[in-house]
T-cell receptor, first 112, second 114 residues
Framework: EDQVTQSPEALRLQEGESSSLNCSYT??????LFWYRQDPGKGPEFLFT???AGEEKEKERLKATLTKKESFLHITAPKPEDSATYLC?????????????FGKGTHLIIQP | DGGITQSPKYLFRKEGQNVTLSCEQN?????MYWYRQDPGQGLRLIYY???????QKGDIAEGYSVSREKKESFPLTVTSAQKNPTAFYLC?????????????FGPGTRLTVT
């Protein structure tokens, strides 16, 4: 069973059409939840870290929120340059230097 | 500028040959990681190292080896024992003792074995 599940797998939006990406997780104790953006052929670019339920963080047109079971990445009035794959990852309590557990990502396409 | 470099960007090898991927960071991070990315799958952890001269196996370590002789460097060797070596390989680093411990990634190396 996957510990991190992202949905939808792919999403196509018109420019300006707001939406949300979902990341659900099943780890027993969450130390941190991370959002990354990945462009084709490149390494993931760090966006946000969320630590506890109720926390929210914003960066330009992106806002990440966290509950006890899932996180949402809200995209407001997206532009074509927001097209990318968005990755969610979690780290469990006690895993200070351990690797992250990643979801498979949501491939987002913003059409002009 | 601080960051993580990986070389080469593209690598082609014949089956049966070992190949070493380079990863260097100047972020002064203690921990370094190697992940593998395949189409339709999430990143999977191969090996990680918390300090110099120490490293641990991740979820898919079979057919790979690493060394950590310097804080800045964490090379990955893909051996001939790795059954499906063709993939996109990503190196990352973090400072696990810091209040924030995000992992930062390099640009990746795409390995093709034929």
């Amino acid at each position: 069973e996957d510990q991190v599940t992202q949905s939808p797998e792919a999403l196509r939006l018109q420019e300006g059409e707001s939406s949300s990406l979902n990341c659900s997780y099943t780890v027993s104790g969450l130390r941190g939840l991370f959002w990354y953006r990945q462009d084709p052929g490149k390494g993931p670019e760090f966006l946000f870290t969320l630590y506890s339920a109720g926390e929210e963080k914003e960066k330009e047109r992106l806002k990440a929120t966290l509950t006890k079971k899932e996180s949402f990445l809200h995209i407001t009035a997206p532009k074509p340059e927001d097209s990318a794959t968005y990755l969610c990852a979690v780290q469990e309590v006690g895993g200070g230097a351990d690797g992250l557990t990643f979801g498979k990502g949501t491939h987002l396409i913003i059409q002009p | 500028d601080g960051g993580i470099t990986q070389s080469p960007k593209y690598l082609f090898r014949k089956e049966g040959q070992n190949v070493t991927l380079s990863c260097e960071q100047n972020l002064n991070h203690d921990a370094m990681y190697w992940y593998r990315q395949d189409p339709g799958q999430g990143l999977r952890l191969i090996y990680y190292s918390q300090i110099v001269n120490d490293f641990q196996k991740g979820d898919i370590a079979e057919g790979y080896s690493v060394s950590r002789e310097k804080k800045e460097s964490f090379p990955l060797t893909v051996t001939s024992a790795q059954k499906n070596p063709t993939a996109f390989y990503l190196c990352a680093s973090s400072n696990p003792g810091a209040p924030v411990y995000e992992q930062y990634f390099g640009p990746g190396t795409r390995l093709t074995v034929t």
